[in-house]
């Protein structure tokens, strides 16, 4: 079992800045690729960006690409360093933790954290 709980959400203005973080817990934690992904209102729940075991490799959705930075530390906790932010990133965003890496379907997921961006 993996437990996921994500924070950092909050009302920013566009162009400004926010860090989430999701806390993995759990034996094997530290096993899994973690990802984030958002879900805007009427929307489905998109991916956003993604990182491995160990942090080598990150993936992100084009959308995103260049304003957002996904990273790890030793102790299990995943970040999304957000940048330039826009209005249309207004989203509640979950943390995804998956074994095989590929979020087809991921094993774990947080309750999510909402973040909107006002223009």
């Known amino acids: 079992q993996v437990q996921l709980v994500e924070s950092g959400g909050g009302l920013v203005q566009a162009g400004g800045s926010l860090r989430l973080s999701c806390a993995a817990s759990?034996?094997?934690?530290?096993?899994?690729?973690m990802g984030w992904f958002r879900q805007a209102p009427g929307e489905e729940r998109k991916f956003v960006a993604r990182?491995?075991?160990?942090?080598?490799?990150t993936f992100y959705a084009d959308s995103v690409k260049g304003r957002f930075t996904i990273s790890r530390d030793n102790q299990n906790t995943v970040y999304l360093q957000m940048n330039s932010l826009k209005p249309e990133d207004t989203a509640v965003y979950y943390c995804?933790?998956?074994?095989?890496?590929?979020?087809?379907?991921?094993?774990?997921w947080g309750r999510g954290t909402r973040v909107t961006v006002s223009s």
């Open positions: 995804a933790a998956d074994i095989e890496g590929t979020f087809r379907r991921a094993d774990y």
């Open positions: 759990g034996r094997t934690a530290s096993s899994y690729a």
């Open positions: 990182i491995n075991w160990n942090g080598s490799r």
